[in-house]
């Protein structure tokens, strides 16, 4: 056999082998790496689940790098927030993938909004004079637990549904995740009781549910519209109203720029409190674990430490 | 609408774009004062906050609207940013699934030749203002099975259809079709539209290659995803060979009419991505396109084409640092009576987004004159003026105020070897989106 043909049948064996399903289990895909940990909690051995963002990432911007596409080119199951919050970059990923399974409207699709009752939804009319307002409501909402059990029971529908015969390991899964859940937030509840009423200023519209669970009230903002980076009058201002109504701390994700709120903390004084947007999924963190180290930062910075 | 109207409504763009403040800082300032009465009932100047603390935040933050706050409310000096007449309507155009958006690109500019080499379509090519273009464009899902994506122009005398396009959605083994007439995807800046350039201009290479509007037809186009496990794409297209600006190094402006097979404009495209780390990407693409030129029977152009971009963005940490590096080179080949010509042209950028609002970038471009077979400079039927290499050198600095809006100034020097001395250019550039702001591919 000449090199040639040789190399063509290489080509070939190998082609044919990687196209080959690597295994029964499916394939989730989902934006955020939350989702993807609420996800595995409630898949278990029976799903495979990557997630499109890193932890570490502003979820309003991510690249729609190719390598993402290949992800979702092969999912079964494509789980994002919704709200708009993937909206600058989900969209080419999905139209891009050449896979009908998860195009919005499929069975393949799911998005976690629906399954949460949504706050800052606007009353009156918005445009972007506003700002980077989310029309549909505030999409951050997986830093309340009580949503991700919502999101989770909805995941574990949509998992039963494309996999009936392992339906009854889902719904196993969700009952030991919704008590390991309930049974964790009870602690934390009791542990940041003393959040209740605290005047918080954070960074950008992202506190909002998790205010409303824990009760700490979100005076300011130092972004002055959504997305718009902070300027000195509007800092002035965050200043003035951060002293006034003693703001115990500064409350901010850690991929948003920290000069501004280090000055600001410095001035009020108040400690600066860093958190990580979502869970080190593929560093095998769990849901649980990463609101264990959101609850003790906010626990640190109640007691006066920052990060 | 007439062109006299046109003209008023352009000039009353560039006009009300000129008299906004052009500096960021001077543009939040009315803003943040208009807006502090209504926020919070105190005045600003709070007894809480010293004259150091706002000295500190000025150092830290811009010197903007330091007399803002200590003022409380500051008379108002400069014309209010709200009235600055390039806001059209900024609500989300949305009918069931049909977005719509769309994007104007102004142009104020300046150069030293009165007859400025831009090759582009949408190019700034003279002294003064320049409607770049008003795009509209419109995608949606048709049904289960296609999807619509159109790019209506604008231009200051006419209107033109760029793109308008039916691409399957539902075709099984990873394989797509597009069918209607749509940029090739020759390379990576040919099917791209002036939103997501870096530079205010089309690379010369493009518009000397393919002519002024990049390489576009009607036609059909297949692409599979393979299924290896990195990112590789394969394509091709069949698409008219006609078009001035659009096919200039095939039939161009020779309305020859289809008489077989070969009268078509085939491109091949290999696309792969390599993911090298989270925060390296490399996307490399390799380019053919063949089609008949009209010089003679069965005369042809071949341009061979391959480009990298390679992307750091780093993933942790809260730093908005983009770094980029963008390449594209074109061989072209031509049958002509008794000769091959050849020639090469490409473009090299580097752009750094150092913060949120602001990047720079710099790009270096080369076109060589027309070599004939026996290795000599070869009269060019295209370029006739082309005797010698080009290079043109460009560097800008962009501002973004919001992902909707961008200005963006660059300087460029041009130094065609057949001109006596080199030509200077300068543009500042205002890009505004409005309506459904399309997800950006990578």
């Known amino acids: 056999m000449s090199p040639f043909r040789c190399f063509v049948a290489l080509n070939a064996v190998l082609l044919g082998l990687l196209s080959l399903p690597a295994r029964a289990d499916l394939k989730v895909v989902t934006t955020l790496p939350d989702l993807a940990a609420i996800t595995k909690a409630v898949g278990g051995e029976h799903v495979q689940v990557t997630s499109l963002a890193l932890p570490t990432q502003d979820p309003h911007f991510v690249d729609a790098r190719p390598s993402l596409a290949l992800d979702v080119n092969r999912a079964d199951l494509l789980i994002a927030i919704g709200l708009e919050l993937e909206v600058g970059w989900l969209p080419a990923l999905q139209n891009g993938a050449r896979n009908t399974r998860i195009l919005t409207g499929s069975p393949g699709y799911l998005e976690a909004a629906q399954f949460v009752r949504t706050l800052e939804v606007p009353t009156t009319r918005v445009d972007r004079s506003q700002g980077d307002v989310h029309a549909g409501g505030n999409p951050h909402f997986l830093y309340d637990p009580r949503a991700a059990l919502q999101v989770a029971r909805g995941i574990t529908d949509r998992l039963a549904s494309l996999d009936q015969k392992n339906a009854e390991a889902y719904r196993a899964n969700l009952e030991k995740f919704t008590a390991e859940l309930e049974k964790a937030r009870a602690g934390w509840e009791q542990r940041l009781a003393g959040l209740k009423g605290t005047p918080v200023v954070a960074y950008h519209r992202t506190t909002a549910y998790l205010a409303n669970w824990l009760g700490f009230d979100t005076i300011a903002y130092l972004e002055p519209k959504p997305g718009i980076p902070p300027n000195p009058a509007h800092v002035a201002q965050v200043l003035t109203q951060a002293r006034q109504r003693k703001a115990r701390f500064i409350l901010q994700e850690d991929y948003y720029p920290t000069t501004t709120s280090k000055l600001v903390a410095s001035k009020i004084p108040a400690p600066l409190v860093l958190f990580t947007s979502g869970t080190d999924f593929r560093g095998g963190q769990t849901y649980l674990q990463h609101l264990e180290d959101l609850m003790t930062r906010l626990e640190k910075g109640m007691k006066g430490q920052g990060t | ?398 501002f973004w105020p919001t992902e909707f809006s961008r200005l963006r100034l660059q300087g460029a020097t041009d130094i065609a070897s057949w001109r006596e001395r080199p030509d200077y250019s300068v543009f500042l550039a205002l890009e505004v989106v409005m309506g459904a702001h399309g997800a950006h591919s990578f």
Not at chain 2, 109 to 117: D, Y
Request: aromatic share 10%; hydrophobic share 35%.
């Open chain 2, 1 to 398: 609408m007439s062109p006299t109207s046109c003209r008023l409504a352009g000039l009353a763009v560039c006009l009300s774009f000129c008299l906004s403040p052009l500096t960021p800082a001077s543009a939040q300032t009315p803003r943040e004062d208009t807006d502090t009465p209504a926020q919070e009932p105190e005045p600003a100047p709070d007894p809480g906050l010293s004259a150091e603390d706002l000295k500190d935040i000025e150092e830290a933050l811009g010197k903007d609207a330091a007399a803002a706050a200590e003022a409380g409310t500051a008379p108002a000096t400069t014309p209010p940013a709200s009235s600055n007449g390039v806001t059209l309507s900024p609500t989300n155009i949305d009918f069931h699934g049909l977005n719509l958006a769309f994007i104007l690109d102004v142009a104020a500019a300046g150069f030293t030749s009165k007859e400025p080499l831009q090759t582009g379509g949408h190019d700034p090519t003279t002294n003064g203002f320049n409607l770049q273009q008003l795009e509209l464009s419109i995608n949606t899902a048709v049904d289960p099975y296609f999807r619509f994506d159109g790019n209506i122009v604008f231009s200051q005398f006419g209107v033109e259809i760029e793109e308008a396009y039916a691409t399957t959605s539902n075709l099984p083994g990873n394989l797509q079709v597009r069918a209607g007439q749509f940029l090739t995807r020759f390379g990576r800046i040919n099917p791209t539209h002036p939103h997501s350039w870096e530079f205010v201009d089309q690379p010369f290479a493009i518009g000397r290659v393919f002519g002024g509007e990049g390489n576009r037809g009607l036609g059909v186009e297949g692409s599979w995803l393979t299924p290896l496990p990195w990112y590789v794409e394969v394509l091709g297209s069949v698409t008219d060979a006609s078009g001035e600006s659009t096919a200039r190094s095939f039939l161009g402006a020779d309305l020859g009419g289809v008489t077989s097979p070969f009268d078509f404009q085939f491109t091949g495209l290999l696309k792969q991505f390599f993911p090298l780390s989270d925060d390296l990407s490399l996307l490399w693409g390799l380019s053919a396109a063949d089609g008949p030129n009209p010089t003679g029977y069965r005369n042809r152009t071949d341009v061979f084409g391959t480009d990298v971009y390679l992307k750091y963005r780093p993933l942790k940490g809260n730093s908005f640092t983009t770094v980029a590096l963008q390449a594209e080179l074109l061989y072209r080949r031509r049958q002509v009576p008794q000769d091959v010509l050849s020639d090469l042209n490409g473009y090299a950028q580097l752009s750094w987004r150092f913060d949120q609002r602001w990047a720079v970038a710099g790009r270096y471009e080369l076109g060589t004159p027309a070599y004939g077979q026996n290795g000599s400079v070869a009269d060019d039927p295209l370029d006739p003026e082309w005797t010698g290499n080009r290079q043109r050198l460009s560097a800008n600095v962009t």
